[in-house]
């Protein structure tokens, strides 16, 4: 399937805003003006489908459904949401990089399921570029978001410097010219993470979280 470019759609209060105000004049993380352009990046794909988990767990495939959750409620919420991609077809990380380039999103997040030789390692991790900044703060919001609505633990936030080159090591946050994150959103290779990915639901629910992350992210919201 092609790439996915999509717009969404939503309808604003009297003060222009697609959200509301909590108590105390907090603002609420829908409110977002104007929307963003924010690029989606479902990990791994076709030929790249090996990482799995225990009991057969596939990580290209659970991290489309993941995607295609986040991209829905983002649209929901009016933002612009771009694919890198919507089926099972493969792309080159230079190449996600520059599809996310070419698009000119304002953010990135690349969205896969995490994995380590210890069964017992277990939680949510994000990853950032070592130069720090807006991206940073970013994996900061998502991290926090993902923790409370999943019941997860948290990792690590973290970020990591190629020892040969002295940039970034993720080349997808390395070539991007955004603010790019990585989200790990469970180990696969944890049996009681991998069981929670196989459900539908979960996926779902984790789609939905990311999102929330950064819409917090969107409306100003800083750690």
Do not use: W
């Not at 479902?42 to 459904?65: I, S």
């Not at 390692?121 to 570029?129: K, N």
């Amino acid at each position: 399937m092609a790439t996915d470019y999509c717009r969404g759609r939503q309808a604003h209060d009297d003060n222009g805003f697609n959200s509301r105000r909590l108590s105390g004049g907090r603002k609420d993380y829908r409110e977002v003006r104007p929307p963003m352009k924010i690029g989606i990046d479902p990990g791994h794909g076709a030929p790249d489908e090996a990482n799995r988990g225990p009991t057969g767990y596939v990580e290209a495939h659970g991290v489309l459904d993941i995607a295609m959750a986040c991209r829905d409620e983002l649209l929901r919420h009016g933002h612009e949401v771009y694919m890198t991609r919507t089926g099972r077809e493969g792309l080159s990380l230079a190449g996600r990089a520059r599809k996310l380039n070419d698009a000119k999103v304002d953010i990135a997040v690349s969205i896969h399921t995490n994995a380590a030789p210890s069964p017992q390692s277990r939680g949510v991790e994000t990853i950032h570029s070592i130069l720090g900044g807006r991206g940073k703060e970013l994996a900061k919001i998502i991290a926090d978001q993902l923790t409370k609505d999943l019941g997860l633990p948290l990792r690590r936030v973290f970020s990591r410097r190629s020892e040969t080159t002295g940039k970034d090591y993720y080349t997808i946050i390395q070539k991007t010219a955004m603010p790019c994150v990585i989200v790990e959103v469970a180990f696969h290779s944890n049996p009681v993470e991998e069981k929670l990915l196989k459900d539908p639901a979960f996926r779902k629910k984790a789609g939905i979280s990311i999102a929330r992350g950064v819409m917090r992210f969107a409306g100003g919201e800083r750690t």
